[in-house]
């Protein structure tokens, strides 16, 4: 089993900046892609932004040149530094990491979410 852990979300000002982590642990042979998603109340989770082991990334349109996902693939930990937030921006953020676990099954887990609100 595979779980994953979020943190780093908050309350911050438009305009500012935070840094979400997360962080996969447990029975993990390899791992192909972290990611992050969002989902405002009374919508649809959307994804963020992507990082696959091979250090490739996709962002939504909405977070380019905002976000920037990074990734650790020796601690299978992802960060998103978020910057120039928006009131828009405020949702609970997921992690989701997807791979291939120690007994050889594919995994797709999802953290518990942070919450990050963007307001004056």
């Known amino acids: 089993q595979v779980q994953v852990v979020e943190s780093g979300g908050g309350l911050v000002q438009p305009g500012g900046s935070l840094r979400l982590s997360c962080a996969a642990s447990g029975s993990i042979f390899s791992m192909n892609a972290m990611g992050w998603c969002r989902q405002a109340p009374g919508k649809q989770r959307d994804v963020v932004a992507l990082i696959s082991s091979a250090r490739s990334t996709n962002y939504a349109d909405s977070v380019k040149g905002r976000f920037i996902i990074s990734g650790d693939n020796a601690k299978n930990t992802v960060y998103l530094q978020m910057n120039s937030l928006k009131p828009e921006d405020t949702a609970v953020y997921y992690c989701?990491?997807?791979?291939?676990?120690?007994?050889?099954?594919?995994?797709?887990?999802w953290g518990q979410g942070t919450q990050v609100t963007v307001s004056s």
């Open positions: 989701n990491a997807v791979g291939l676990s120690g007994v050889g099954i594919r995994f797709n887990s």
